[in-house]
């Protein structure tokens, strides 16, 4: 069974710009959880979708979002790209909500 | 390839029992290490996190320890609440990623 995928691995972008992070989820998960791991700092919880709607997110601002498809795979999208979003992003997928939370690899963000 | 080992899988306790999970490494090249605790329909909650020139952290009534030459790290629980009950898990940050231990699921029962 294919674990969860994320793309791409590395991204490097110039403040103002937008970047795009994408992950695939394990068959038949339908949850995916974004977080934020900024180097040094713990791991952030940023969104949640579950069945296609956002449910939860955290104390991040609204240039942070995203979406996911009917496949159940999702997006992160960050807008106006600032220094401080060079961080990993991680995302995570589960089938229960009493299961433990599967993880991707994560796309490492640098902002120039 | 680092490998993250919690042990025991699972845990039930009584309230206020004082409470020590497991967590093992097998790579010590680590940057930090951080204990979590995860709600169902919530995110992951980081609790302590030790960066890899400490040996511990404390937070409240958690402890968590760090000992890389033996490739280990204990979080210790004091007088336990049922408020405590979640699945915890250890993660260890390496150069591009972080490793996740399998979790304890922690039940106190009133």
């Known amino acids: 069974e294919a674990g969860v995928t994320q793309s791409p691995t590395h991204l490097i972008k110039t403040r103002g710009q937008q970047a795009t992070l994408r992950c695939s989820p394990i068959?038949?998960?339908?949850?995916v959880y974004w977080y934020q791991q900024a180097l040094g700092l713990g791991l952030q919880f940023l969104l949640w979708?579950?069945?296609?709607?956002?449910?939860n997110r955290g104390n991040f601002p609204p240039r942070f979002s995203g979406r996911q498809f009917p496949n159940y795979s999702s997006e992160l999208n960050v807008n106006a790209l600032e220094l401080e979003d060079s961080a990993l992003y991680l995302c995570a997928s589960l089938r229960d909500r009493e299961e433990t939370q599967y993880f991707g690899p994560g796309t490492r963000l640098l902002v120039l | 390839k680092q490998e993250v080992t919690q042990i025991p899988a699972a845990l039930s306790v009584p309230e206020g029992e004082n409470l020590v999970l497991n967590c093992s490494f097998t790579?010590?090249?680590?940057?930090?290490l951080q204990w979590f605790r995860q709600d169902p329909g919530k995110g992951l909650t980081s609790l302590l996190l030790?960066?890899?020139?400490?040996r511990e952290q404390t937070s409240g009534r958690l402890n968590a320890s760090l000992d890389k030459s033996s490739g280990r790290s204990t979080l210790y629980i004091a007088a336990s609440q049922p408020g405590d009950s979640a699945t915890y898990l250890c993660?260890?940050?390496?150069?591009?990623?972080?490793?996740f231990g399998t979790g304890t699921r922690l039940t106190v029962i009133p």
């Open positions: 993660a260890l940050e390496g150069a591009n990623n972080l490793f």
């Open positions: 979708y579950d069945e296609g709607e956002e449910r």
């Open positions: 790579d010590s090249a680590i940057y930090n």
């Open positions: 030790i960066q890899s020139s400490q």
């Open positions: 068959s038949g998960h339908t949850s």
